[in-house]
């Protein structure tokens, strides 16, 4: 019995580390995308120079592609430092492509959007943390269904329908939503057996766990100011 409590209270020892790792860098990429969108969207001759030629957009979004899939599928191969770093790019370079939400949209809405997101993905991560239902079905439903989204946006680029962007935001909204809870469930299960004496595997998964998150609140972000951010003109 003696024994069986002692493991339970390693493995919230665990989790608590892992988590507060996790919530941590993601917050430090979140601040950093803010701060990179904000500072290029006040410098005109800045994203004159980003969004003047279409070519260096595209190169953005491949460079951050290629940094998503290099820490999903390499990052047990990288010392803690790199996969800090690679991860610290990838937010700022998120916050260069940001940037043109400024010009886009007006800053109130922004704000509103950036709230109403916080909330959300508070509430989220809150309910990831106390349900004792196992989210798994929901998870692998919640994939498919941001595959079709993935898609359907690919095809919506072509025709361009202000209805098929409106149904894309709202589901998208939703499949974040339950993204960020099954996520959570998931990065807590992994920070039971997280290795706490071995600092590198912890940051490891510390940072791909926050990369996670960070993606969860990205995305919920940019379709709840599709939604409601209404724009400039």
Request: net charge positive; glycine share 10%.
């Amino acid at each position: 019995m003696e024994t069986t409590r002692t493991l339970s209270r390693s493995a919230t020892s665990a989790v608590s580390v892992y988590m507060r790792q996790v919530y941590g860098w993601m917050t430090a990429g979140l601040a950093l995308t803010s701060v990179v969108a904000y500072a290029v969207a006040s410098s005109p001759a800045v994203q004159m120079a980003i969004f003047s030629n279409s070519l260096i957009p595209i190169i953005l979004i491949v460079a951050q592609f290629g940094l998503v899939i290099a820490l999903s599928a390499a990052i047990h191969k990288m010392s803690g430092t790199t996969a800090t770093g690679l991860f610290l790019l990838y937010s700022g370079l998120t916050g260069l492509t940001l940037s043109s939400i400024f010009v886009v949209y007006p800053i109130g809405s922004i704000l509103n959007a950036f709230l109403s997101t916080t909330g959300l993905f508070l509430a989220m991560t809150v309910y990831g943390t106390v349900t004792k239902r196992d989210l798994t079905g929901m998870g692998n439903f919640l994939m498919m269904g941001l595959i079709g989204i993935i898609i359907a946006s690919l095809v919506n680029f072509f025709l361009k329908s202000s209805m098929m962007d409106f149904v894309i935001s709202c589901i998208g909204v939703i499949i974040f939503t339950g993204l960020t809870a099954y996520d959570t469930q998931k990065l807590r299960e992994f920070g039971m057996a997280a290795p706490l004496d071995d600092g590198t595997a912890v940051r490891r998964g510390a940072i791909l766990g926050a990369l996670t998150l960070y993606l969860d609140f990205i995305n919920l972000f940019l379709m709840l100011l599709r939604l409601f951010g209404g724009n400039r003109d």
